[in-house]
């Protein structure tokens, strides 16, 4: 089995500044809570409301209102899109684990087709990435969709923030949401 040590512990050892077994053993145990905090993945179960103050690139009269359920590396999401008197809920799930799955995509006129995705945490566990691409048969002929969302938690869990950037018909999108805890 192989052990991967802190740089700061592998540097240490290498200068010879860690001689014993002793002093290697006692600089381990001080370092395991802070491995074990490094080691944790942001969880954003929860009910959140949009910030429109803090959100830019959406359309003035969107409010977003998400429940979202996280258990380990999976995520299920519920998202109320309002735009004006109309309410569209939004179902969708990720699975953190870095390999291509399928997932419904479609089209704002509502042709639907079946898109590949790519789901992973971010390196610091504080948040994590989708990338997603559909390919859809229009009466113009073939329209390939593109989307990357980023999600970040901050403020000691109280906030979300998701960047998105679109790629399809009407050209790039990018947007920045910005959601607090409720």
Same mark, same amino acid.
């Given at each position: 089995?192989q052990c !991967?040590?802190p740089?700061?512990?592998?540097?240490?050892?290498?200068?010879?500044?860690i001689?014993t077994r002793?002093k290697?053993?006692?600089v381990?145990?001080?370092?395991?809570?802070?491995l074990?905090? !490094?080691?944790?993945k942001?969880?954003?179960s929860?009910?959140?409301?949009?910030?429109? !103050?803090?959100?830019?690139g959406l359309?003035?009269?969107m409010e977003?209102?998400?429940?979202?359920?996280q258990?380990g590396?999976?995520?299920?999401l519920?998202?109320?899109?309002f735009?004006?008197d109309d309410?569209?809920?939004?179902?969708?799930?990720?699975?953190?684990?870095?390999?291509?799955?399928d997932f419904?995509a479609?089209?704002?006129?509502?042709?639907?087709?079946t898109?590949?995705?790519?789901?992973? %945490?971010?390196?610091?566990?504080?948040?994590f990435?989708v990338?997603?691409?559909?390919?859809?048969?229009t009466?113009?002929?073939?329209?390939t969709?593109?989307?990357?969302?980023k %999600?970040?938690?901050?403020?000691?869990?109280?906030?979300?923030v998701?960047e998105?950037n679109?790629?399809g018909?009407n050209?790039?999108?990018?947007?920045k949401?910005?959601?607090?805890?409720?």
């Open positions: 089995m !991967a040590l740089v700061e512990v592998l540097i240490l050892l290498h200068l010879g500044i001689m002793t290697l053993i006692i381990l145990i001080l370092l395991l809570p802070l074990a905090i !490094a080691g944790e942001a969880n954003f929860g009910q959140w409301m949009m910030d429109k !103050a803090k959100s830019s359309p003035e009269n977003q209102k998400m429940r979202v359920k258990e590396d999976k995520l299920e519920e998202t109320d899109l735009i004006g309410v569209q809920t939004i179902h969708d799930s990720y699975t953190f684990n870095g390999q291509e799955a419904p479609r089209l704002q006129s509502g042709q639907q087709t898109g590949k995705r790519i789901a992973k %945490w971010n390196e610091d566990g504080k948040g990435e990338r997603e691409t559909a390919t859809f048969d009466p113009e002929g073939k329209v969709t593109t989307m990357q969302r %999600w970040t938690i901050a403020d000691e869990g109280k906030t979300i998701i998105l679109h790629t018909p050209g790039p999108i990018s947007t949401r910005t959601f607090n805890r409720k």
